[in-house]
């Protein structure tokens, strides 16, 4: 059963309707915003279509909206502003994140860079971006662009911070926790945070959801580096063993370096190094298998995912700050179904 299959499962009967016809809205609200009137930029936008997936981002701004309403529960029309936001700018980032990993596969097909070059993939985030704060400036409330400028700036930061660890062999967990926080966790959190002030929600509502959003975020990511590690392409539906080819070191690598016996750390290393080395910049089927046979007998993956379950479990305790609904029990279900991404 697919993530999306499971999200509509889950969501309780009595805001079933409105989230989907909220998500409806979002979807009509991208498709508009970036309608241009040159066949060249159209073309790609509809390519682009392909790389909405589960709409993570704006369902955890609709669904805390509904958890934090105090009327109907129907997110407003600027909460609904903001989860087309938020799913611009993690569109943005995905495209520059295919160029900077040089895949050729997203959800299932061909990447921007690998149909039309990097130059194009390039620019047409660039337009992404752009066009998230072109939709952003029409909300009265100038707080919320400012919010949403220095969530995209951390994550940028993140991005940065990764770059300047590349062949660091000695990354510890700490420096990989500050990147994952900026580059993923932190759109996530303030996902949640905005949605509850747009709601009149206090401080320490938002500050809470805010924490709930941060640790999914940490939890997605970490299972998403565990993919790019030990997935399956062809379910997965995107390149894999980019992380390794590149240079970034996670969580998985990170505690086997760290914990491994001399001929263990050695045999990683030697695979690690050959990723600098080659310059076709790509590690071979066989190399990666090794990786992934090195961190499973080690016991780190099992790691990796015990932390993402540590987050899973912090999230929902921070959601405490909300009265009991169905909304909320949609936020805590989908913090579980970060766990169930297959490896």
């Known amino acids: 059963m697919s993530i999306q299959t499971q999200l509509a499962s889950l969501q309780d009967q009595t805001i079933e309707p409105w989230l989907t016809t909220a998500l409806e809205g ?16 159209n073309r790609l936008l509809e390519h682009i279509e392909r790389y909405q997936g589960k709409m993570l981002r704006p369902r955890l701004v ?5 958890a934090c309403s105090q009327a109907s529960g129907k997110p407003s ?4 502003v903001l989860a087309t936001v938020v799913e611009l700018v993690h569109m943005a980032t995905l495209v520059h994140d295919d160029i900077l990993d040089e895949a050729h596969i997203r959800r299932g097909g ?8 990097n130059e194009t993939a390039v620019m047409l985030g660039d337009y992404l971006i752009s066009h998230a704060y072109h939709l952003c400036s029409s909300l009265d409330n100038m707080a919320i662009s400012r919010s949403i400028a220095d969530t995209t700036n951390r994550v940028c930061e993140g991005e940065l911070l990764q770059l300047a660890n590349r062949f660091n062999w000695s990354l510890d967990e700490q420096s990989y926790f500050e990147i994952v ?9 303030v996902c949640c945070q905005l949605a509850a002030e747009l709601g009149g929600r206090g401080a320490g509502v938002a500050e809470g959801l805010y924490e709930y959003g941060e640790k999914v975020g940490v939890a997605f990511q970490i299972v998403d580096d ?36 001399k001929a263990s750390y050695d045999a990683a290393l030697l695979i690690l190094g050959k990723s600098k080395d080659d310059s076709s910049g790509q590690l071979s089927r066989d190399q990666l298998d090794e990786i992934h046979k090195l961190v499973t007998d080690s016991g780190a993956v099992d790691y990796a995912v015990d932390w993402a379950s540590r987050m899973v479990v912090q999230a929902k305790a921070a959601l405490e700050v909300l009265p009991q609904s169905p909304a909320r029990n949609v936020l805590s279900s989908m913090a579980d179904l970060v766990l169930t991404r297959k490896f």
């Open 181 to 189: 926080r900026r580059k993923t966790a932190s759109l996530c959190g």
């Open 226 to 261: 565990l993919l790019d590690l030990v997935g399956v392409e062809r379910t997965v539906g995107k390149t894999l063993g980019r992380d390794v080819d590149k240079g970034k070191l996670t969580l998985p690598l990170i505690h086997h370096l760290s914990t491994a016996d």
């Open 62 to 66: 609709l669904v805390s909206a509904m």
């Open 26 to 41: 979002v979807e009509a609200r991208f498709a508009a915003e970036l309608t241009s009137d040159l066949p060249c930029v």
């Open 77 to 80: 029309n600027a909460q609904q």
């Open 110 to 117: 061909d990447t921007i860079n690998y149909l039309a070059g």
